[in-house]
């Protein structure tokens, strides 16, 4: 295969915002490559992915006038089937209060932690929101008052 045939295959690509004390903009690479051997840096998400192809034909004819193989990026995986099917293992004094929560609200145990890893999870995605609306409100007020 030719380089550039090498080049249009889809290798997973890892992107990185750089902070403003690092001048900002976003780093891109190709990890299965060597995170230092095929990278770019640019002031847009647009600007770096297109530098991090130019970068990638380089490396790649590069290689491939020496001899080097390059590697082909892993298939794409299917998606994942899951049976909801958990076996967990809990202390014994743990699994007591757990059966009397459960009477307590009237359902059996499976429902009991079913609604308790809810809640949890629910109550992940809230925080999450918070501190993304949070950050969104901080940088929104940090932008303008840095106008004139």
């Not at 006038?65 to 202390?91: C, H, N, S, T, W």
């Not at 929101?129 to 007020?141: D, I, L, N, P």
Request: include cysteine.
């Amino acid at each position: 295969m030719k380089h550039t045939e090498y080049s249009a295959l889809d290798y997973p690509v890892e992107i990185r915002r750089l902070p403003e004390e690092e001048g900002g903009g976003y780093i891109a690479c190709i990890p299965m490559l060597g995170r230092w051997t095929v990278q770019a840096v640019g002031d847009t998400l647009e600007e770096t992915l297109q530098l991090l192809e130019e970068v990638k034909d380089t490396v790649f004819a590069h290689l491939q006038e020496r001899g080097f193989a390059i590697p082909e990026p892993p298939p794409l995986e299917e998606p994942k089937q899951y049976q909801g099917k958990i076996v967990l293992r809990v202390p014994p004094v743990m699994h007591e209060e757990l059966i009397h929560r459960a009477e307590q609200e009237g359902c059996s145990l499976n429902q009991f932690i079913q609604n308790a890893l809810s809640r949890y999870l629910g109550g992940l995605q809230a925080m999450e929101t918070v501190w993304k609306e949070w950050g969104q409100k901080r940088a929104s007020a940090a932008s303008s008052s840095n106008l004139p």
